[in-house]
């Protein structure tokens, strides 16, 4: 089929912000459709300005339209009042590039990056026209897949999904690729077979769960399917020098600039954070590609401003050098989007933000020391005040701290903490400028598959409530903190997607259903969708969000792998609740998580002494320090 | 230096906005690597004065901007260089050095030619509408404003109107309207024509510098409409759909 482009037109007129679905971006592909190519739409769930920027969802773009033999448009969600064009005229999901129509694809792939974008994903399946489960699909219709860090745990969507990527994409999706043409005009089900095949395809329909009340009694495999489905893991980013060709769009989107990612991967051991326990081991860039690409990028596109992308971008290798030579080279601002807490971080950060110096942003996560060995953030109270002392020195007027609340053990002393920390950090402003202030930005905690805290029954409402309020009025008379918080009820629904089983997807069906799509903007977020869904599967939030899991219980997702041990995961929590911490082991010995030993793979780091500055170690005698091997 | 550049802004890219189209001005200039002028403070920018906005949905071929710079670039390349830097439907068609202290654009132009698409119209019931509209003392339309409704008299600003011919979904309409003392809207013009009209494509012509009796355009020596044509039939089929105005060549009629 041709392009929707004239049916499209007339409706653009009617609704908000019409550039969101014109293509035409520099950088954009012109698409050559044939018979026999295999035709992906690389779909992110949310809006064009959210979207379009997402780094994974360009490199794929590049990857495929590099092959002779595969083509890939892009495909956002259309805001609903387009949505509701859409459907009035009877027209589909299309593509941005050359407005085709989403069955045209061979592959409807998503980009998974939270889970409050799920029912967005259900309904760009029932906007494309496809039927929304993967069991009511025949040979003519198209595969619908997924990737991105959601799909660790993707057993909510395992209904509506065909297959499910795990991992790195930049070599798989070849793999894929291959699979798709060599397959051509086979049944569906061969397919999926040949898929599963593929290492990091994990095809849901191939296996069979069974319950035990609240819990996952098994995971069964159907025959020829594997036991465990491992991750994909690049070796070296250094092979892979993308996006080449990065979108520069006609019109405002978030991160509008242009984007390097440094490195992939942090073993920093943060035991919250998920990205940081599925991308290990650390991959860095070779600095002279990190140059070029800086150059060769801001000369294409004519950005004048340059995001050095990653984990915890003050960690790169000789991040000195690079940035001083940007900041060298004229008019370019540069933005670490993700510093470390600590006096050399703020000074990187002077050398860059010559002028303007506004706000500057610290996550120190936690507001007592005890509660940051807890989750393994070892950032000593002295890291925090040198950097914030340095900041408010050098010019910035505002520094803004990012905590979370609902952490594992946390009592109110440690939540009470955050205010603390921020009281002092005022005072310390107050020496260099009248009317310093601090931003405290409060996340309530959501516990994510394959990290130590996968088995962390997660806060309540009401208890996420009462510690705001705990700190809301602790702070009421405090001039110069500035409290802000996330809202306890969508942590509640992130809570339910987030570790859930199969029987969640009726949840985020009932949810859709409903109209509850764009979940993760507040004007459209509605918790008694959520809640009414559960109680319609039968299902209780203190199963499912609040239960802690026991040692012994089957995970809805141990059938997948992202190369950590589980006994490991299961180690670090106990050292967890003991209030230990672990150090970075890529400047010290390795620990054997799995991420590198399982695959044959070892941290790519330039250097090999930890970076300048911040106290960097456990601040614990060597004694207390668990189970590095001898 | 200050020159003034003239372009045209057509298809898919009329979606963008004005502020967007500043924005892919401003990239276009740093990859040609232009010696533009800054402005000076802590968030220095370059020097661009946009004219007249234009409306997000609405084409043009008579779009200005001025723009300061350092030194002097060659002026008879400059309009190609720039439109292969710029997204495909933004066209350079002009560009003319500017006499030191000669007025903005926003100070300048004082009206706009239309092609303003009536939907749902047929060309006699128009043509009807238009001779009425003219011989109308006055032709108010209410509309609100900052929550308050308020009725104006848009008649003086009509300064032209004429029908031009059918297109696939009504009729086309050529008008030409004032500035001052605001900017009347093409969709303003078809409700003072007819209540609930509403209107399809719309392209901007020209925008006008009147000034004793005799009116002209901010740039005197744009290339030739040929190639404007030229520009608008690549779009044309490209959208597999011809624009309603490449109708008959336009002559404006009437004057204020």
Known sequence: MSSLWPQLEPLLGQVQKPARYIGCEDGAQTPEHAAGKVAWLLTYPDTYEIGLPNQGLQILYEILNERPDAVAERSYAPWTDLEVLLRAHGLPLFSVDTHRPARDFDVLAFNLSAELVYTNVLNCIDLAGIPLHQADRTDDDPFVAAGGHCTYNPEPLADFLDFVVLGDGEEVVSEITDVLRDTQGQPRAARLRALADVTGVYVPSLYDVTYDGPRVAAMTPKPGAPALVEKRTIADLADWPYPKQQLVPLTEVVHDRLNVEVFRGCTRGCRFCQAGMITRPVRERPADQVRHMIQSGLRRTGYDEVALTSLSTADFSGIEDVVEEVAGCGDVSVSLPSLRVDAFTVGIAASIQKARRTGLTFAPEAGTWRMRRVINKLINENDLFSAVDSAFNQGWRRVKLYFLIGLPTETDEDTLGIAALARQCVAIGKKYNRSASVTVSVGGFVPKAFTPFQWFGQNTMQELQRKVNLLRDDLRHERGVQLKWHDPKATMAEGIASRGDRRIGAVVEHVWRNGGVFQEWSEHFRLDLWLDGLAAAGLRPEDVVYRHRTEDEVLPWDHLSAGLHKDFLWQDWRDALDELGLEDCRWTPCYDCGACTGYSIEHVVASATPPAGGSQGTGQPVELRPRIPA | ?256
């Open chain 2, 1 to 256: 230096m200050r020159i003034r550049l003239r372009f045209a802004k057509l298809g898919k890219v009329r979606f963008t906005s004005h502020r967007d189209v500043a924005r892919m001005w401003e990239r276009a200039l740093r990859r040609l690597e232009l010696p533009v002028a800054y402005t000076e403070g802590f968030s220095p920018r370059p020097k661009l004065s946009f004219g007249l906005a234009l409306s997000t949905g609405h084409e043009s071929l008579a779009e200005y901007l001025d723009v300061e710079l350092r030194e002097e670039p060659d002026l008879t390349t400059l309009p190609e260089q720039l439109s292969t830097q710029l997204p495909v439907g933004i066209d350079v068609t002009a560009a003319v050095p500017l006499a030191p202290g000669s007025p903005s654009l926003q100070e300048d132009v004082t009206s706009c030619t239309w092609r303003i698409e009536a939907q749902g119209l047929e060309p006699a019931e128009t043509e009807s509408l238009v001779i009425a509209a003219l011989a109308a003392d006055e032709l108010v339309i209410t509309r609100t404003r900052k929550g308050k409704e308020v009725t104006d008299d848009l008649r003086p600003a009509v300064l032209a109107v004429h029908t031009v011919g059918p297109t696939p979904a009504g009729t086309e309409l050529e008008a030409e309207l004032a500035v001052h003392p605001r900017s009347v809207r093409p969709a303003e013009l078809l409700l003072a024509l007819r209540p609930g009209l509403t209107e399809g494509r719309v392209l901007r012509t020209a925008q006008w510098i009147w000034r004793d009796d005799a009116r002209r355009e901010p740039v005197a020596t744009a290339r030739p409409l040929r190639e404007d044509l030229d520009v608008r039939r690549r779009f044309a089929a490209a959208e597999q759909r011809p624009h309603p105005a490449l109708g008959p060549a336009f002559a404006v009629s009437g004057s204020g």
